[in-house]
């Protein structure tokens, strides 16, 4: 086996989504090799392994893709199945994992965040199951990485992945499959995608979809203009591109712009999404509205019952703490359990292995369900045109008749992004020396109902996750939520989550921005932002 001798980097603990560094960081020699042999060390059994590899196409992938494979080869893998130029979307990556029974995969992705030289790069590991590696596992390479001495690495030319088929590097089987059709295949169980190309003709109207550069573009292209029939061109940014355009490959009201305002024209499409870097984000709007992303979960949710795939109901739902209680009302109307996880899909895996749940979702643009482990960008956006073929109804009257039977949760998120570390530290630490006095408290005339430290026990397995957020929750059953970032890669990122609920009629033709101002107000103040962070606003609202 021929060993390069190495010596650790003391940086490798994977965070809410795997491993996540500017591609510099990626580019030292040794770097990805020590993380990649220590994802290799953790496998339950190295030599004769099966493994999935892709990656949303940024910058970098393809040294990567080339490194993995060589290091497959010289650690005694038995195969590795790659895709066409190792593009391949997270969930349709964890749809492969789950077909063809590997023993995991390795995702090169770093989700939404930018690509390029000197833009971000990312490697995640996931498990038999599809999904996320959980935190006793991704602690386990973090330990390898820490005192890795060694890896294995082929010394042979790069292989060429632009042709499906199959090939050997010594006793490895490489197999490169088309990124696209297993998963469609997967779309066609799940949704009556005869009926949403009728609805869709039917329509004097078009839509719109923002693949963003990313790694969605051959998918949707595949999907929307050949299978459900759309014209061409309803695919905008339809080539991934390894820095996606220049642009920001993250579906929301800021990143997407172009889209947004193509469905705001007096003219626009009367239905309208986007996904992010690798596919699993998803963003809604119907013709001059935009579908938050915790209403978006509690609608799917509400109407699973009108889909194919969900027609016998659902086991169960769950959300990320800091997504709005939106699908609570819902669970609590349907008599399902709720389940209220940290943040990160990781968290979800073992509901779903277990059965205890079909849907779930996070307020940053992810929703999934039992299909996958992962969330799943377009499988949004087919369950919401499947809805519309169903009720016949627009995305603006869904929502709101969504209001009127549970009332809004209006939701608005606060980035303050690349602050300084120590300040955002100090930040959390005060926030956490002032939750013991806080309930019962009336601040600005809200009345705190709880103030916590967001700790999870999850129900399957019993492992605890501690220091996942603060939550200080108002006995009108608003809330306020504060948390630093995991995916990030430069200095910290203090997200502050402001959920303001209302039954109140009047309140619903209202923008959410202004339903949360009390609640935005009340949190700065408390939390003393400005100053710990130096920042007189936030950097990303949505
Ligand atoms: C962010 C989101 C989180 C999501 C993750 C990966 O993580 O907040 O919901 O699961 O990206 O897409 P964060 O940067 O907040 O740790
Ligand atoms: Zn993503």
Avoid at 79 to 92: K, N, Q, Y
Avoid at 111 to 116: I, L, V
Avoid at 384 to 390: G, I, M, S
Wanted: with cysteine; aromatic share 8%.
């Amino acid at each position: 086996m021929p060993t390069i001798k190495t010596t650790p980097f003391t940086d490798q603990r994977p965070g809410t989504s795997g491993l996540r560094k500017p591609v510099q960081t990626f580019a030292q020699p040794h770097y990805l090799e020590n993380f990649v042999q220590s994802i290799l060390d953790a496998l339950p059994q190295r030599e004769g392994a099966r493994l999935v590899l892709g990656g949303d196409g940024r910058y970098y992938n393809d040294v990567a893709i080339q490194t993995i494979l060589k290091m497959a080869e010289a650690n005694g893998l038995a195969e590795v199945l790659v895709t066409r130029d190792g593009i391949l979307s997270t969930p349709a990556a964890s749809h492969l994992i789950r077909k063809y029974q590997t023993d995991g995969g390795v995702i090169l992705s770093a989700s939404h965040n930018p690509g390029g030289p000197d833009k971000d790069f990312g490697i995640k590991f996931n498990t038999p199951n599809g999904g996320p590696a959980p935190e006793k596992i991704t602690e386990r390479i973090y330990e390898i990485s820490r005192t890795i001495e060694q890896y294995h690495i082929a010394e042979r030319e790069d292989i060429d992945l632009s042709q499906t088929g199959e090939t050997h590097l010594g006793n490895l089987r490489v197999r490169i499959l088309d990124p696209v059709g297993d998963y469609l295949e997967l779309m066609e169980s799940l949704f009556d995608l005869d009926r949403i190309a009728a609805y869709l003709a039917r329509q004097n109207r078009p839509i719109a979809f923002d693949a963003m550069h990313a790694v969605t573009g051959p998918y949707a292209r595949a999907l929307f203009e050949e299978r459900l029939g759309c014209p061409a061109g309803t695919v905008m940014n339809g080539d991934p591109l390894p820095n996606f355009g220049g642009g920001h490959p993250d579906p929301n009201l800021s990143h997407a712009r172009a889209l947004v305002d193509k469905l705001f024209a007096d003219d626009g499409p009367f239905f309208g999404a986007a996904s992010d870097g690798d596919g699993d984000r998803n963003m809604i709007l119907g013709h001059k509205i935009f579908v938050s992303p915790s209403d978006s979960l509690a609608i799917l949710a509400a109407n699973a019952k009108l889909i194919p795939a969900y027609r016998d109901g659902l086991k169960g739902v769950a959300r990320s703490m800091p997504t709005s209680a939106a699908v609570d009302r819902v669970a609590r109307q349907l008599g399902i359990d709720c389940y209220e996880t940290p943040t990160g899909w990781k968290f979800f895996g073992n509901l779903l292995d277990a059965d205890r749940i079909t849907l779930c979702g996070e307020e940053s643009f992810g929703a999934g369900s039992n299909h996958v482990r992962e969330k799943d960008g377009l499988w949004a956006v087919l369950f919401w045109l499947n809805l519309l073929a169903v009720r016949e109804q627009s995305v603006a009257d869904i929502v709101h008749q969504h209001w009127q039977t549970f009332g809004r949760n209006a939701y608005v998120r606060h980035d303050y992004e690349e602050v300084d570390s120590d300040g955002a530290h100090s930040l959390v630490e005060h926030l956490r020396e002032q939750l013991p006095g806080l309930a019962g408290q009336t601040l600005n005339g809200l009345t705190v109902d709880y103030a916590d430290d967001f700790a999870y026990t999850d129900p399957v397995d019993g492992g605890v996750s501690e220091h996942q957020g603060i939550r200080i929750g108002f006995d009108n059953g608003s809330r306020i939520v504060y948390r630093l970032s995991g995916t990030g890669t430069r200095g910290a990122t203090l997200r502050v989550y402001l959920e303001a609920y209302t039954d109140n009629a009047e309140d619903y033709a209202r923008p959410a921005t202004e339903l949360v101002a009390p609640l935005s107000a009340l949190a700065v103040e408390l939390a003393r932002i400005a100053h710990f962070t130096g920042r007189q606003a936030p950097s990303v609202i949505t």
